[in-house]
């Protein structure tokens, strides 16, 4: 049986935040700035964050998967420090990551500003560094492709775009992966899961994104941004498509859980991939990491539903278990 281990991380928030110069708290930064010393600081801290990479490095996946949000205002130390961070993960070949939208503070330099990560965000092609979407191969039936919707937005709006460029490029890796029977794992940081999310945080041309994958056919959605673990789905050429949220992997506390990530174990050993997901996070407190039982992916009448599953031996073990939120 073949089955590979991707681990899922995403809205890292590194902290804490670096000194600003006053000329770079200009807009939209100077109210993150403020947000991150008034409350946001205490949302999320280095020590939950240290916590789940330690548990990565310990049990190590086949692979991770990085759905932006490394940084908070998109301060230029911001960009070295996350890098800095990355290079402390594992090595780029382990590692690929999708910008989010507090990456793309930066407005128009933005594409400047990623460039300290492109070791990270790039595929198979020597010249594929930093350019959208990219497609790694990390096995001869599974590849990734990378989209970004980071664009900046108004002050009190965090949407996305992928835009029009992204979408045709798109349609035509996914064409091509499918006809090699490839399984297609698409990164991306705002979940195109429609009314669930709110619309001042919504991925504005997700109309567009739904229509070529309904098109063409994906096998499982990557996404982060909502800070919470969500599962939904959407429609595929031969298949409802799953589509998972991470939880934001350096949360102190929130409304729902602490920070966490996700694992997947991805069966290639049959005619279709099978998925099986476990979401492990950091207990408060202790520090000590909790591990869900696993939730299998499976295709119903109505949907998609996930059901109890045993995690595949010798990938990781499970403790008690907690429920995981599925819609």
């Known amino acids: ?109 933005l594409q400047r500003s990623w460039s300290r990560w492109h070791a990270w965000m790039r595929g198979d092609e020597p010249d594929s560094s930093g350019r959208f979407p990219f497609v790694r191969r990390l096995h001869d039936r599974l590849a990734l492709i990378g989209l970004s919707s980071a664009v900046p937005s108004p002050v009190g709006q965090a949407t996305g775009t992928v835009g029009p460029a992204q979408l045709e490029a798109l349609d035509g890796v996914l064409e091509g992966l499918g006809r090699e029977g490839v399984c297609r794992i698409l990164l991306l940081h705002h979940p195109p899961l429609g009314s669930m999310i709110r619309r001042r945080r919504a991925l504005r041309d997700e109309a567009g994104l739904r229509k070529v994958i309904a098109r063409r056919g994906a096998e499982l959605v990557l996404s982060g941004h909502e800070h919470f673990f969500l599962f939904g789905g959407m429609p595929g050429k031969d298949a409802p498509v799953p589509v998972f949220v991470g939880p934001s992997a350096s949360l102190a506390h929130g409304p729902l859980r602490t920070g966490g990530y996700l694992r997947h174990a991805i069966d290639l050993s049959g005619n279709a991939p099978r998925f099986t997901v476990q979401l492990r996070h950091c207990e408060p407190g202790t520090g000590a990491i909790a591990v869900a039982q696993t939730a299998r992916v499976e295709c119903t009448g109505s949907g998609l539903e996930l059901a109890p599953a045993d995690w595949p031996k010798g990938r990781g073990s499970a403790t008690e278990s907690f429920p995981i939120r599925s819609h």
């Open 1 to 109: 049986m073949t089955v590979l281990d991707l681990a899922h991380f995403t809205d890292v928030h590194l902290g804490p935040l670096p000194q600003a110069r006053l000329g770079e708290l200009m807009g939209k930064r100077a109210l993150g700035f403020l947000s991150w010393h008034h409350r946001r600081h205490r949302l999320h801290t280095r020590g939950v964050l240290d916590c789940l990479v330690d548990d990565l490095q310990a049990d190590p996946p086949d692979h991770v998967a990085i759905t932006g949000d490394l940084v908070n205002i998109a301060l230029p130390s911001e960009f070295e420090l996350a890098a800095r961070w990355l290079e402390s993960l594992g090595p780029a070949e382990w590692v690929s990551l999708v910008p989010g939208n507090h990456d793309a503070y930066a407005g128009r330099h």
